[in-house]
């Protein structure tokens, strides 16, 4: 009897580990990063969903965002090119709108176009790099300026849950494997 209930347990470990390796397919599934900035009288934290690869190499567009910024939520991230950072003195045009890319795998992380966000309250803001003052900054103005104030911007991967739930499944695998082993050497020995 113990015998049929861990080859039955054998076999529905094996299940759930094969079903989690053939679900889990990492080149469609978006990616998330957890991101934070803060500066004097700034503090912006929450998760980035990363979509298609972007137009610079190395990059991914921002397609979602969540979070808060000084304890007021976000509630949408805005399109690329509809937050201008920068604007000609002269014509008023946008130098740099916002292009919303992401550089997972470099130091710096944004351009300095940056990702635009709206909070529930209306307010409209910015993150980006300024390569002249060699440090992110976040803009709240449709006139970006060297004034604007320097934070200190760090993300970090989320795992993606069907690489968990593999994690788990083959735990579950390797005990339902050893429980087999011991079960037919007490039966060996008996």
Avoid: H, W
Wanted: glycine fraction near 10%; include cysteine.
């Amino acid at each position: 009897m113990k015998l049929t209930q861990s080859l039955i347990l054998a076999g529905v470990g094996q299940a759930v580990a094969a079903g989690v390796l053939m679900a889990s397919s990492p080149a469609s599934a978006a990616q998330l990063y957890n991101f934070s900035y803060s500066g004097t009288g700034i503090n912006a934290t929450g998760t980035l969903t990363l979509g298609d690869p972007g137009t610079e190499p190395g990059s991914f567009l921002i397609t979602g965002i969540t979070g808060e910024r000084n304890g007021v939520a976000i509630s949408s991230l805005l399109d690329p090119g509809t937050f201008p950072v920068g604007t000609n003195p002269r014509t008023g045009n946008p130098l740099t709108p916002n292009d919303n890319l992401f550089f997972p795998e470099q130091d710096i992380k944004l351009t300095f176009a940056g990702f635009s966000f709206q909070t529930v309250d209306g307010n409209n803001y910015n993150a980006y790099y300024s390569s002249t003052a060699s440090s992110y900054k976040e803009c709240n103005t449709p006139t970006c300026a060297a004034e604007d104030p320097q934070v200190t911007f760090t993300s970090t991967a989320v795992p993606e849950p069907a690489s968990v739930l593999g994690l788990l499944a083959f735990g579950a695998l390797g005990a339902t494997v050893t429980r087999k082993k011991k079960l037919a050497a007490q039966k060996a020995e008996v």
